[in-house]
T-cell receptor, first 116, second 110 residues
Framework: GAGVSQSPSNKVTEKGKDVELRCDPISGHTALYWYRQRLGQGLEFLIYFQGNSAPDKSGLPSDRFSAERTGESVSTLTIQRTQQEDSAVYLC??????????????FGPGTRLLVL | KQEVTQIPAALSVPEGENLVLNCSFTDSAIYNLQWFRQDPGKGLTSLLLIQSSQREQTSGRLNASLDKSSGRSTLYIAASQPGDSATYLCAPNTGNQFYFGTGTSLTVIP
């Protein structure tokens, strides 16, 4: 079956512009996660959705970052007024749910964002 | 905040060797821990998920152990192959998120 997909795969933007990153999770997966990976660094948690709700937004680095999820499916991560330090690979993952045995996360290929 | 350390940062072994990758974490109140591999330019692939109540989990040539109280997990790879070359990441889960280490970069030399 289809895995997690993300679009675009690459995005180059100018400093100050807004960008939208999209994630399509595996069908039926209620949990969805966004992470950021800067060059040479580990994955950094951004936000977690259970259904369409985000009980944990603690990882969003600033108020320029926001995310939403609709229909318990697709999610978009929006970065407003992009800065050069936002350049990174943005990874999305989904899992069946938070219940025991359902936590295995499946990752998408990521969106490479470069802010010039 | 959970801090995750992986040792060694890089490892190079000849094909056929058995090897152990180490992961330590500071907050032992975890629900489970997941091991991933990351290939260059690609996303993460889940290898094993071990629950906090388990001591070991096996999948093929891979065996993950967990000592929750001491904040340690190891990933054992038997009879390594060149196709095992990748970065291996461990990620303990403390509830709503997995915290990731910076990984061990493994190279298996044919």
């Amino acid at each position: 079956g289809a895995g997690v997909s993300q679009s675009p795969s690459n995005k180059v933007t100018e400093k100050g512009k807004d960008v939208e990153l999209r994630c399509d999770p595996i069908s039926g997966h209620t949990a969805l996660y966004w992470y950021r990976q800067r060059l040479g660094q580990g994955l950094e948690f951004l936000i977690y959705f259970q259904g369409n709700s985000a009980p944990d937004k603690s990882g969003l680095p600033s108020d320029r970052f926001s995310a939403e999820r609709t229909g318990e499916s697709v999610s978009t991560l929006t970065i407003q007024r992009t800065q050069q330090e936002d350049s990174a690979v943005y990874l999305c993952a989904s899992s069946l749910g938070p219940g025991l045995g359902q936590e295995t996360q499946y990752f998408g290929p990521g969106t490479r964002l470069l802010v010039l | 905040k959970q801090e995750v350390t992986q040792i060694p940062a890089a490892l190079s072994v000849p094909e056929g060797e058995n090897l152990v990758l180490n992961c330590s974490f500071t907050d032992s109140a975890i629900y489970n821990l997941q091991w991933f591999r990351q290939d260059p330019g690609k996303g993460l692939t889940s290898l094993l998920l071990i629950q906090s109540s388990q001591r070991e989990q096996t999948s093929g040539r891979l065996n993950a152990s967990l000592d929750k109280s001491s904040g340690r997990s190891t990933l054992y790879i038997a009879a390594s192959q060149p196709g095992d070359s990748a970065t291996y990441l461990c990620a303990p889960n403390t509830g709503n998120q997995f915290y990731f280490g910076t990984g061990t970069s493994l190279t298996v030399i044919p």
